[in-house]
Each structure stands twice: as structure tokens, then as C-alpha cells.
């Protein structure tokens, strides 16, 4: 058995190794995806002067009466040549003319006819107002860096640079299994000791939210024929991640590590010292250039969603270089009873109260509970040596 720590290490490794493929798609379609290359400005940004308020543009002196010559508003550039004692009507975001360098905000002078003055209570400074070209960045600098995730600040930027195709790193692919013979499918009512199988769904959908590609290969009995067939299967698709759900423990039928070995899994480790979740399995498929990490997860749902959250989630985010800020220190409502060395994520709820963050944990923490788990909104990461945290401590979330 292997600490948190060590196997997220062990994942990590084998995630850096995978290939991250490329591809070409349209701006909008690039929307949640990863940049895969440095995006360089082909303009300046801004790409010209111009002027960050409604107001007058002039030639800065110590003048503070003008005479109007003329307006320009954004789009519409006219060629005015100004001496010191002109001033040009200008809109915000319009071109600077030739000779300006300062604009007078529109609320700071009083206008009579063609004649401009500067209030008595206002001032001026040279070069006030104005958004001066290349400001925002240069042209030829990077405007977008590579692992950038897109979104709609970044969008903008991208769109700003002329870029119509955007290179993207290619999602990775997963394919999900799920085990078990009480599984049923969920438009059938459960009897006797059956229950709907649920953790394809879960699974499924946390993959979603990342933003990556996701086959669903149903779920199969606990049959090592039958399971042999299907891994088999998936071990020949065109996927990165293998994730089976069940049959990882110390079960007659947890047949899963056995299937694994014998279809060439290399087993990385099984069992990491975490509650809930303890019983997954980590191996690695290779065939000539393909690779396929490879998840055997216990069959509880809050179980293989925790395993997901603490272990694929973070792996996947690293292999991106995604430094997602999802921790958020909070101060513990309600002791909460550790009485092992093993990591433990309990469910918890975060809100905020008195700007400060509080975390509450009313729930029996069993890994059979689904329900419990969709309440909840952070896990609650306390260490392998810490014991019964007290109410009152800080204590790590993290936001599911
Ligand atoms: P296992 O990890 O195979 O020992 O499964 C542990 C328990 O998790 C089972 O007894 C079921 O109650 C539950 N379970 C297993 N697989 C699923 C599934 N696909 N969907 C929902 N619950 C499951
Ligand atoms: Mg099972």
C-alpha cells in the first residue's frame, strides 16, 4: 500500500508521458480548450493612440482656452493638424490627430460655440487620457502563452491577434466500465439485492467538466470471461484512460487486477492509504506506440468519484500545466472523527460567513452514501498523522 502522496506522484509520472496530440479548430470551438501554442501579436495593442474618455483632444501647453476645429469619433479618423491653441472633439477609443498628445475629459470644460475653456476648478496634465499604441502589448510579443486554458478573457486576446484557427492540444480520450453483478441499467426498477449501476454516470460527467473525451462501455457482470473480453476490447481502442469501476478489493469476485495482468497491464500499485477510495488499482498498458493508463476504482460511487477528484483530476491538470486554484482554507464547524493514519476526503459544505470561510461535515461520511456526496460541496483533506481535527482548526477543502 502506498501513501496519497506516492501514487499521485506515480500518476502524475505516467500522465507526463503520454502524447499530447495537436489540432486545429475555429475561436469559438477553442472555448474551454488548451492552447498549444505560444500566440503571438501580429498589432500592436492598442494599435494606435487614442483616447481613454469622451473629452477634447490638444496640444498640451499652458493654454486653457481652445478653439474647436473639428470632431472625430472611433472609426471615423479625420486629418486635423493642430497648433496649441486648437482642440479636436474626440470620442472614447477614437485616433488621436496628428499634433495631440493630452485630452481634456468633456466634464472639465465649458463650450460656447467654437470657444473651449478649462473649468476654473479643473486641471490638466500632459499626455492625461491618452491610451498610447503598443501600450497593452507590442507587436511580435507573445499575446497568448501555450497550456493557456480559453476562456473569455483569453478569447478576446486571440480574437484581437486575427486568430480564426487556434491550435489546441487534442482532448484524451477515456473509456468507462463499470462491474458488478447487482448492477442494473437505470430504466429498470432495482429488486431483491440489484441496484441501478450509477458510477459510469458520475465518472462520466467528471470527465465532462474537464473538458475531456469520454466512451462509455456500459457495465458487465462479475465474470472473468466476460470481463476479459471487454478490457481486452478497450485495450485495443484508440484511448488514453481505461477506468473500471468494482471488483478491485479482496473479493472472490473483485476480478479486475487479475484481467489486468493477464491482458498486460503493468501494475503500478494498488491500495493507497486514503478512506474513502482505498482499493484502486494504477497500471500502465503498452503496445508499440500506444499507451493506456489504466484505473481499476472501487465500485462505490462516492468512492471511484473521490478516486476521480483526488487522483485523475489532479493528473489531468498537471499534464495540462492548469494551476486551477480548488482549496480553500476553512475553519471546521463541528469536530470531525479521524481515528486512523489514513488521508481521509470527507464530504463537507463550505459557505462564507463573516468573510470568513466555514465548512460543515453533518454527514455520516459513508462511502455507500450518493446522496450525501451530491450535497456536498468541497472534500475535506485532513492528513495521514492528523487525528479527530477539532472544531474550530483550518482545514483544507477542496471543491468538487
Ligand atoms: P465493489 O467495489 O465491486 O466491491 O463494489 C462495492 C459496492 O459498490 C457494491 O456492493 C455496490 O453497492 C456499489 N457499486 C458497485 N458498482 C457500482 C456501480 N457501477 N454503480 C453504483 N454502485 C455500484
Ligand atoms: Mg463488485
Not at 12 to 21: A, C, G, H, M, Q
Not at 60 to 67: E, G, H, L, M, V
Not at 139 to 162: M, Y
Not at 327 to 356: C, Y
Request: aromatic content about 8%.
Amino acid at each position: 500500500m502506498v501513501n496519497y502522496n506516492e501514487a499521485l506522484e506515480i500518476i502524475k509520472r505516467e500522465f507526463e508521458k503520454l502524447t499530447l496530440n495537436t489540432e486545429e479548430v475555429d475561436l469559438l470551438e477553442s472555448f474551454n480548450r488548451i492552447l498549444a501554442e505560444d500566440v503571438i501579436a501580429d498589432v500592436d495593442l492598442p494599435p494606435f493612440d487614442n483616447s481613454a474618455v469622451d473629452g477634447y483632444a490638444i496640444k498640451f501647453s499652458d493654454r486653457t482656452q481652445w478653439n474647436i476645429i473639428g470632431e472625430i469619433s472611433a472609426g471615423n479618423f479625420s486629418s486635423f493638424t493642430l497648433t496649441e491653441n486648437d482642440a479636436v472633439l474626440i470620442t472614447t477609443g477614437s485616433k488621436l490627430p496628428m499634433n495631440t498628445d493630452t485630452i481634456i475629459p468633456i466634464e472639465d470644460v465649458e463650450v460656447n460655440g467654437n470657444d473651449l475653456s478649462l473649468k476654473q476648478s479643473s486641471f490638466f496634465k500632459r499626455g492625461m487620457n491618452v491610451r498610447t499604441q503598443g501600450n497593452d502589448l507590442k507587436k511580435n510579443e507573445i499575446a497568448v502563452h501555450r497550456f493557456t486554458k480559453i476562456d473569455a478573457k483569453t478569447i478576446a486576446v486571440l480574437a484581437s491577434c486575427g486568430k480564426e484557427k487556434v491550435k489546441v492540444y487534442s482532448k484524451l480520450k477515456a473509456a468507462i466500465l463499470a462491474t458488478g453483478d447487482e448492477l442494473v441499467p437505470i430504466n429498470e426498477k432495482p429488486e431483491g439485492d440489484k441496484l441501478r449501476v450509477s458510477n459510469i454516470f458520475s465518472l462520466h460527467a467528471a470527465i465532462r467538466e474537464m473538458n475531456q473525451a469520454v466512451i462509455n462501455l456500459g457495465f458487465v457482470k462479475d465474470d472473468k470471461e466476460i470481463i476479459t473480453q471487454k478490457i481486452k476490447t478497450a485495450l485495443e481502442m484508440n484511448i488514453d484512460l481505461l477506468i473500471t469501476t468494482g471488483g478491485v478489493s479482496v473479493g472472490k469476485y473483485d476480478l479486475l487486477k487479475e484481467v489486468f495482468e493477464k491482458q498486460g497491464v503493468k501494475k503500478k500499485f494498488w491500495k493507497v492509504n486514503i478512506k474513502p477510495g482505498k482499493p484502486i488499482y494504477f497500471g500502465v498498458y503498452e503496445k508499440s506506440e500506444r499507451r493506456i493508463l489504466v484505473f481499476g476504482l472501487p465500485g462505490n460511487p462516492v468512492s471511484s468519484l473521490v478516486n476521480f477528484y483526488v487522483f485523475i483530476k489532479p493528473a489531468i491538470e498537471f499534464l495540462f500545466r492548469q494551476n486551477e486554484i480548488n482549496t480553500i482554507t476553512a475553519i471546521l464547524q463541528k469536530d470531525l472523527k479521524k481515528k486512523d493514519g489514513k488521508r481521509h476526503f470527507s464530504r463537507g459544505i463550505l459557505f462564507e460567513e463573516n468573510g470568513e470561510w466555514k465548512v460543515t461535515s453533518e454527514f455520516s461520511q459513508s462511502s455507500g452514501n450518493l446522496v450525501e456526496m451530491s450535497r456536498a460541496n468541497c472534500l475535506i483533506e485532513i492528513d495521514e498523522e492528523k487525528l479527530n481535527p477539532k472544531k474550530g482548526e483550518r482545514v483544507k477543502c477542496i471543491l468538487i
